[in-house]
Each structure stands twice: as C-alpha cells, then as structure tokens.
C-alpha cells in the first residue's frame, strides 16, 4: 500500500484494510487467484472462509484487532444471501471503511474531529445495498459502549430495487435484527432526491454520468459526498450534466481528438476540481487494487459553516427554465441551473434527504416493494390516482327507475367481491331532439380488499367493459353510448 493510502488515515482503518488484503477468502486455494475467481458469487459453501479463529489478543478500546470479525459476519449474512460476487464484499467494506471513518464518526485524524458526525446516509445507485448495510454495520459496532448513542440511518436509492436487495436484506436482518428500522430501500430517480447537508450521498462504482450528477448536485448544494466512479465516458451527455465550477475541464476532455487513454484520470480531475471550486475539501483515497480495478474513492467534505445550512429549494419563477427534449438530462453548464426533482420525474412523490424524524418516515413509506408497485400503479392510472374514474353514457329505456347510481354499484360489486364501486351522476338528463333521453354516470372503482394499494387502471378498465356489456342485459331498453 503507498503512502498517498495512508494520508487522512487512522492506524485502527488501516488495520482493517490490511485484514482485508490478508483475508483468505482473497486466495482460498492454491488454484484459483482472487483475480480468476472475484466475480463468483458467495454462497453458502463459502461459510468457512469467514469463520476465523478468535485473535491472539484484543483490546476493547482498540478497533485494530488481529481479525476483524465484524467482516467476518457480515460476509458470512452475504454468503447466506447467494447472490453478491467475492469482488464486491471485499470492495464494499473496503470503501465503508474509509467512508465511516471519514464522515460518520470522530475517530478520522484529518482535522475534522470538531464537526458533529453525520447519521443519515443515502446509498445511491444501490443495487444489492451493500453499502447500506456495511455503514449501518459499522455504526452498529462504533456505538456500543456510547453513553449516548445516536445510530446512523440509512436508505438505498435506486431506479429499481432487484430480487437480490431483498435477499441481502432479508439476511442482514436476520444478523441484526435490531438494523431494520434504521434501513430503507426506496425505487426512484437521482433527480427526484432533495439534497441536505445533514445526509451523506454516497455510491459505489457510480456509473458513467451518474458520478457527474451527484458530483454536480453536492457541488451546487454543498453536501457530503463519497462516490467511487466507475465506467468512465466522454459522451456528449457527459458534458449535459458537468458541474459548471469545471466546465472548462469538461470541455478540454470533450474537445480532445482521438483516443485518450488517461480519460478516467483526467474525468475524475475534473469532477474533484469542481467539489474545490465549489468550496468542499475534497480528499481522495485507492480502494486496494487487488479488489477492484475502479478503485478511486473521491470524498467532499463541506465546510464547518456550509455544513450547518439548511438546503432550500430555488423557486420555480426564480429563473428562466431551459427547454430540453424529452428525456433530455438538466443542463449543468450555468450557475442558475440546479438538479432538483422536476415534475416529469417526480409523478407525484419526491424523497427528502434531510435527517430529521418527518423526513426519516417519508422515506419509509415510501420504501419498498410495495410502495413502488403502487407508485407505478398510479402513474399508469389517469389522473394518478389510486382508484381510476371512469365515464360511462347511458341510453336510458323508457321505464328507468331502476337504473340508478346503487343498480350499477351493486353490479360490480356483486361480480367482484374484492372491489367497492362509487358511482355518481354526471350533469343532467340529456335529451335528444328524437325524445331519447340519456344520462353519464362516473364510476369509480376502489380496491375493496386493501384500500393502501392502488387499483391498476387495467383492471379497472377491464370491469368497466363488462359493466358495458351486462347493462343491456340488466335494463331492457338500455344502450351503452
């Protein structure tokens, strides 16, 4: 390990990352190298590897013990779990390390022991939440023996929340079961987060453009970061959402001719270029390379009088908004633009960032499976709502007394025990010059048998056309317009 390792480091995380490098699960045996055999995925046959002796000797008030077996147990709730591949556990504790010990407690030497440790945490683009988990871990450990503990909390953000959370989740609680109302995993945009600087953003192998986003929204914000990128691209749609406190980096990257070799050098330049010109000390550190060959962790830290602003929102009339395509990125190349949640990203809910116990439940509601179905439900609904309304016009006959709002209910009803209709008259009779009358009820259809999940408007549709078909058959004289 180098020195440049070593700056901003305290002796008890270097030690856990030199137990990491000597780990043996890093060579398990003498035919297979961690290089050929890092992207297999742990399972339970790999328990043993994680099931170190006791050290030799260990002091309760030193963390640099001979074996870190807080490691050792959560590689071994990943083992259970099947689905993460070795490169990843090791690559992710590895970074929780440096990024516990640099923001979320006191024990980092780098001068910053004055400012009060930060206990919220968004793990960004979070796939497995790994990195959630492995914060939360930490603190976990850090805050025995604490007179006044204040846990960390944690929330995963991701366009999609996979299978494999769930496992990993489902493992991890079953480890530490007293973790699970610290942790949240919510299926949304980056966009649609509203940065604070009491809340860390962080991610692990951010791809392509996402690191310039969030390198651009704790830029524009002045909020915490930690971000190792990874993929790195010089594509057009870079430059759409470069910070502007390196714009003329970004356009030096993007104007080079030909080939360039040193492109995630110069890229992640410019990214830690405009953290520093937006006033953010930034450090940077080397994950070890024998884990992962994206192994740059770039770290900004707001200063102590930036870190105890309150983020505000900029109006919408503050200022002229650009015209973009659909499905066009915020330009990033002017200091009036902001990456804040937009209303074609939002679709009705945004995810507050801002540690404090309203925001903490907001986002716990809207974690989850559950929560996120019900969300697409409702953007696929007209109107966004959770249960569909839905004209239907009427042709009365001549004798139409029991044609009534109750009638048509009941007809639903009485096919679909699990559905509660609502139907109301819309205007007044109308009457043809011919004589015909005709009168629009609107129905709206609930769902009867959990009324927090939303009624898809598929299904919706599907009973409003068999209420169609049926009233013909129900009120002779009747037709459906």
């Known amino acids: 390990m180098t020195e440049h390792h070593l700056h901003h480091s305290n002796p008890s995380r270097q030690a856990r ?84 010990s640099s923001f979320l407690s006191n024990d980092d030497d780098s001068g910053r022991n004055d400012i009060d440790p930060i206990k919220r945490v968004v793990d960004v683009a979070a796939g497995h939440g790994l990195l959630a988990w492995a914060l939360l871990i930490l603190d976990d450990e850090h805050q025995r023996g604490q007179v006044e503990p204040r846990p960390l909390t944690a929330f995963c953000l991701d366009l999609q929340m996979p299978k494999s959370a769930e496992k990993i989740q489902s493992s991890m609680i079953q480890q530490w079961p007293h973790l699970e109302q610290r942790f949240s995993y919510v299926e949304a945009r980056l966009e649609q987060i509203v940065p604070h600087s ?28 930690a971000v190792v990128p990874c993929c790195h691209s010089r594509k057009k749609k870079v430059l759409e959402v470069a910070s502007h406190h390196a714009k003329s980096l970004y356009d030096d990257i993007m104007n080079t001719k030909g080939g360039m070799p040193d492109l995630a050098d110069r890229l992640d330049e410019a990214r830690m270029v405009a953290l520093k010109n937006a006033g953010l000390t930034v450090e940077e550190e080397f994950l070890p390379d024998i884990f992962t060959g994206k192994n740059r962790l770039i770290m900004g830290f707001p200063n102590t009088a930036q870190a105890k602003r309150s983020f505000t929102k900029v109006p919408d009339n503050q200022s002229k908004k650009p015209v973009l395509r659909r499905g066009q990125m915020p330009p990033l190349d002017n200091a009036s633009s902001s990456i804040m949640p937009k209303a074609r990203f939002l679709k009705g809910f945004s995810v507050p960032c801002e540690d404090t116990d309203e925001n903490r439940e907001i986002v716990s509601n809207l974690s989850g499976r559950a929560a996120a179905n019900n969300r697409k439900a409702m953007m696929h609904n007209r109107h966004h709502t959770k249960s569909p309304l839905m004209d239907l016009s009427i042709w009365l006959p001549e004798d139409d007394v029991n044609l009534s709002e109750d009638a048509l209910s009941n007809m639903v009803e009485s096919k679909h025990d699990k559905i509660k209709c609502n139907v109301s008259k819309v205007g007044d009779v109308y009457v043809n010059p011919s004589g015909r009358r005709s009168q629009t009820f609107r129905i709206q259809y609930n769902n009867g048998s959990d009324e927090s999940n939303v009624l898809p408007f598929d299904d919706a549709n599907r009973m409003h056309k068999e209420l169609y078909q049926m009233i013909p058959t129900a009120f002779p004289g009747a037709e459906c317009r």
């Not at 001979?66 to 709730?77: K, S, T, Y």
């Not at 860390?200 to 915490?224: M, R």
Request: hydrophobic content about 40%.
């Open 198 to 225: 009491s809340c860390l953003l962080a991610s692990v192998h951010a791809c392509g453009i996402l690191s310039d986003i969030l390198v651009s929204t704790a830029a524009e914000h002045e909020v915490p970061l």
């Open 17 to 100: 990352i030199q137990d990491l490098i000597s780990h043996p699960a890093v060579v398990w045996d003498e035919s297979s190298t961690f290089a050929s055999m890092r992207s297999k995925r742990l399972g339970r046959r790999h328990l043993e590897l994680f099931d170190r002796k006791e050290p030799l000797s260990c002091n309760s008030n030193d963390d640099s013990t001979e074996h870190d077996h807080v490691f050792d147990q959560f590689a071994q709730a990943v083992c259970n779990a099947g689905v993460v591949a070795r490169k990843e556990v090791f690559e992710t504790w590895a970074s929780a390390l440096y990024i516990y």
